[in-house]
């Protein structure tokens, strides 16, 4: 009688999950069910250790301390896991706190338990000189842009200069020595003149850089900057936020486009052979990003996240390649404007009370501004390359970047101080990303920026697991750029590729799906509808003039020598051939493949459970098509779906189940609103027990998406009731995040904000609700109560 029971522990045992009526009672049956699976698992076994020898390193998905692996049954993988890897000695404790990183990325190379001892906002180099410098302007003070001062104790040389350092508003500070150190923001303009002579006034003079600096950021990691707060390199890590946030500040996030708040990784990409294949060592010569990070990767595994909020980040607040045994637990994660946790190649991974919303409608500028701020090392490059005699359109290189640098420098002010951005090459009118907004992306190895993976992963992403999950309020535009390619690939030379990278097949990088025409690190341009005018003739900004110089002076270019004939005004463009344009891409030509709740690419053993999606809207709508004969028009998805919002999307997995979990109000106001969506070969996708999909809640192409449900009128003043919920910031990272949480308190009566426009939010109640001066800069943004109506007849 034990018989069943003895073998079927072993089948579990040996990692494959058993459930009742799964298979037959009898001993003969079970018997050969669980010498089948001792093959699998031995052969398994045998994989994982070659995988092992040829890295160099320990076995995957294994914990070697105790002999405990986790290759089982989604719903199971961390279970010991998490208990194992807590009690275990990990090489000791390690207390952070933001000294740690003033430097810049914190990385960890030792395993140990990592714990946060307050709110850690990145803002690195802040106070090396590195970051930005105070220097004299004139005696007297400035007329306009005052907002603070006369505090005895700024009043000295050292302690002013410091203090409009730390404050990302100030542009310049008047000294007046023992009495006042007063900051004056971007309205006071050029400030040259005004103010008596007792006052010294300094300026601060540049944007700050961030540049990595020191040996410790000399790897090609760091060749785009510093690309996360925190990076985990070793086995047996665990960090505990401590309930603390961590964020990144706002002028890192201005300046660092490309960021995350942790990487389980000591680089945002991996290497790969030429053959797409995955390792580390000399022999691997690229990597899959937008610039060349190097040969080698070291990846976190046996690692726990837990206890806190991720806040602010221009890209993700987790990210990972090659990862294993992770477990990501008790954690809130808002503010992202790409997406919240995102995970290539990786196995063995819980996912658990993890609260993912509120991505950023604050976002401060489009990508135009990143695509400029790496292409400056290029630019310098080229200026180099082409001496005194190297020009572009009759104007210099230094003059190029000059006039380049001097618009983002503008921009970076005006956004730092709040106020309108006056460039229309960078401003950003939508508030969210220009692009596409995900939850969580679990995806094979590799990048997820391309198409649907529409048959199986060769490298998939093995035993993943959602348990108790929320993934709400994501809206974005989607924005699409129609970008440039030449059939006849001219690229080939101008400028010049080795025969390595012949040999690879591509331009430079293994980066973006589509060879379209443009610069530096992805810098694609979008010629037919933001460098052409009605004539077809070379409209230029100070990006793609830029962009130009780099191409025909220097490297790391993707154009076409034709393209460089037209802007340059040797050619005309109808005497261009093979010109195709691509369509479906974002500013970075990324496949946009719609607002997602969740999505699943390429992954085997995969379990949803307890998650509710709600409120995914994508607010974007496709270009027109460009009205020319000229064209052949391709489509990277054909339909496109990139107006398109989904709560869960499979591609190209295997074994997903998805169970005890709810999905509601999901809005598109130019295409589809999906519940579960499943593409290419996604073999075995489940429905469990107790799935509900709100049909009724999703709305397809209904512009209403645009809109917030609840209207809210602003009043000067600050309300009686600030003390609500504790009178304290919210956490919101804009006033648009605010107003709908307040839309989802029946509490709430409005959003005070303490000095408008300053990005602090409280919540006020609808218990004695009133509004009362409180000083100047007070507004209230006071939810309107929906009208009653009566019947009447008649």
């Not at 010569?285 to 221009?314: D, H, Q, Y």
Request: overall charge negative; some cysteine.
């Amino acid at each position: 009688n034990a018989c069943p029971h003895v073998l079927a522990w072993i089948i579990s045992a040996l990692g494959f999950a058993t459930r009742p009526g799964e298979h037959p009672s009898n001993c003969p049956a079970l018997l050969a069910i669980a010498e089948e699976k001792l093959k699998q698992k031995a052969t398994t076994i045998e994989e994982v250790e070659q995988r092992a020898v040829n890295r160099g390193g320990q076995a995957e998905g294994v914990l070697t301390a105790d002999g405990v692996s986790f290759e089982s049954n989604p719903s199971d993988i961390v279970s010991s896991f998490e208990t194992t890897l807590m009690s275990r000695s990990t090489g000791g404790v390690f207390s952070l706190s933001q000294i740690n990183f003033d430097a810049g990325t914190y990385r960890i190379t030792t395993s140990g338990y990592y714990q946060l001892t307050e709110d850690i906002t990145f803002r690195p180099l802040e106070n090396s000189g590195e970051a930005n410098a105070m220097t004299y302007k004139r005696l007297g003070f400035c007329t306009h842009g005052y907002y603070a001062g006369w505090n005895s104790a700024d009043a000295n040389l050292v302690n002013c200069k410091a203090k409009c350092l730390s404050e990302s508003n100030c542009r310049y500070a008047a000294l007046l020595p023992g009495r006042t150190c007063s900051r004056y923001g971007s309205g006071a303009g050029a400030c040259t003149s005004g103010g008596s002579n007792d006052h010294t006034l300094y300026e601060k003079t540049v944007p700050p850089d961030f540049k990595p600096t020191g040996t410790e950021y000399a790897e090609p990691a760091y060749v785009l900057g510093f690309f996360a707060a925190i990076t985990v390199e070793v086995q047996n890590v665990v960090i505990d936020l401590n309930g603390h946030t961590l964020q990144q500040s706002r002028e890192h996030q201005m300046q660092q486009r490309f960021f995350s708040l942790i990487e389980l990784a000591s680089s945002p990409f991996r290497p790969v052979n030429r053959d797409g294949s995955f390792g580390s060592g000399s022999s691997h010569t690229k990597s899959e990003g937008p610039a060349n990070f190097g040969s080698n990767i070291t990846t976190g595994f046996n690692v726990i996240v837990r206890n806190g909020n991720l806040g602010r980040t221009s890209h993700y607040g987790i990210h990972g390649n090659e990862a294993y045994n992770v477990l990501l637990a008790d954690l809130d994660i808002s503010g992202f404007e790409a997406g919240g946790i995102s995970l290539n190649g990786v196995r063995n991974v819980l996912i658990r009370d993890v609260n993912v919303h509120h991505n950023a409608l604050n976002v401060p500028v489009l990508a135009a501004y990143s695509k400029a701020r790496f292409l400056f090392d290029k630019l310098d490059s080229a200026i180099a390359a082409g001496g005194s005699s190297g020009t572009w359109n009759g104007k210099s290189g230094q003059e190029i970047k000059d006039e380049l640098k001097s618009e983002m420098d503008t921009t970076y002010w005006q956004v730092m101080n709040s106020e309108p951005v006056s460039s229309s090459l960078f401003r950003n009118t939508a508030g969210a990303i220009d692009g596409c907004v995900t939850g969580i992306v679990l995806n094979a190895q590799g990048v997820a920026i391309n198409g649907f993976l529409m048959e199986a992963a060769l490298y998939p992403s093995r035993s993943l697991a959602l348990e108790r999950v929320v993934v709400r309020d994501l809206s974005a535009p989607c924005t699409e750029m129609i970008g440039v390619k030449f059939l006849n690939e001219s690229m080939d030379t101008l400028p010049p590729r080795s025969a390595d990278q012949r040999e690879f097949g591509l331009n430079e990088y293994p980066y973006g799906g589509q060879q379209v025409v443009g610069g530096p690190h992805g810098a694609a341009l979008a010629v037919t509808t933001d460098l052409m005018d009605g004539n077809t003739q070379y409209q230029p900004n100070t990006l793609s003039e830029a962009i130009f110089f780099v191409a025909k002076y220097g490297s790391g270019s993707k154009m076409d020598g034709y393209l460089i004939d037209w802007a340059s005004g040797e050619v005309t463009w109808d005497t261009l051939t093979n010109v195709q344009t691509v369509r479906g891409g974002d500013a970075m030509m990324h496949t946009m493949k719609g607002n997602m709740g969740v999505y699943v690419a390429g992954a085997v053993d995969v379990l949803l459970t307890e998650v509710t999606i709600s409120k995914i809207a994508n607010t974007g709508s496709l270009l027109a098509a460009v009205p020319s004969d000229k064209y052949l028009t391709s489509n990277l998805l054909n339909p496109p779906i990139s107006n398109d919002a989904i709560a869960v999307l499979v591609a190209g997995s295997s074994n997903v189940r998805v169970e005890s979990s709810s999905i509601s109000n999901i809005c598109s106001a130019n295409g589809e609103a999906k519940g579960i969506k499943a593409v290419g070969k996604a073999q075995t996708v489940q429905l469990g027990k107790d799935v509900s999909q709100d049909m009724d809640s999703f709305r397809s192409n209904d512009q209403t998406c645009l809109q917030v449900s609840t209207n809210y009128v602003r009043k000067v003043g600050y309300c009686h009731s600030y003390g609500y919920r504790g009178n304290q910031h919210n956490g919101a990272t804009s006033l648009s995040e605010a107003l709908r949480m307040c839309e989802e308190d029946t509490g709430c009566a409005g959003i005070g904000e303490w000095n408008e426009g300053g990005g602090w939010y409280n919540f006020c109640g609808n218990k004695r609700y009133g509004i009362g001066n409180y000083g100047q800069g007070r507004v209230v943004w006071e939810k309107q109560v929906p009208a009653n109506y009566v019947r009447k007849v008649g």
